[in-house]
């Protein structure tokens, strides 16, 4: 009797491991479907196409800030040229970012998005980006990573400043894991 007691324990502990792994796995698709969904952690979009020269919005300028972060395990220096530009809405503003890798080996990165405040991020809108695939350098190598956007002129008039921050994550620890 105490083996079916066990028996029926270790079936039921590993139903709710695979329970456990099935939540994590599908979190992060239905997490940024709801951040599409409810416009909240700034996520913006993929790439789109460039608006047309008659969208612009000449009576409106809006200031983009640019943050960069790297994430902890990360031995690369990584900041934005300019830290602000100011654009009106339609308007096609190309900015550049500096990277260098610190480290003595190449290392695989990759630059996560986020629009603050929230509102703004279906809003902002990315042609071109380094953010679209993972930047390789190798050993004390730099580069200029491009940035080309466009706000859509819907921004709403209550939103004056938008905030672009980019956390820049090493892939190449968790690819070696």
Known sequence: MAGDANSRLVKKLLLGVAL?????????????????????????GG???APSLDMEDDSRVITVE???????????????????????PGERKTVQFYAKNLANH???????????????????????????????????QDTQMGLLFFL??????????????YTLYNLSARENS
């Open 47 to 49: 790439a789109v196409a």
């Open 20 to 44: 456990m792994f099935g939540f994590a796995f599908a979190l992060v698709p239905l997490y940024d479907v709801f951040c599409q969904v409810t416009g909240i952690n700034g996520k913006t």
């Open 66 to 88: 640019f943050v960069a972060y790297i994430s902890g395990d990360l031995p690369w220096e990584f900041k934005p040229e300019v830290t602000r530009v100011e654009v009106h």
């Open 152 to 165: 859509d002129p819907e921004l709403p008039p209550e939103i004056q400043t938008l905030t672009l921050s």
């Open 106 to 140: 190449e290392i695989v990165a990759q630059a996560i998005p986020s629009v603050a405040p929230g509102l703004g991020a279906k809003y902002f809108h990315k042609i071109e980006c380094f953010c679209f695939n993972r930047q390789p350098l190798a050993a004390k």
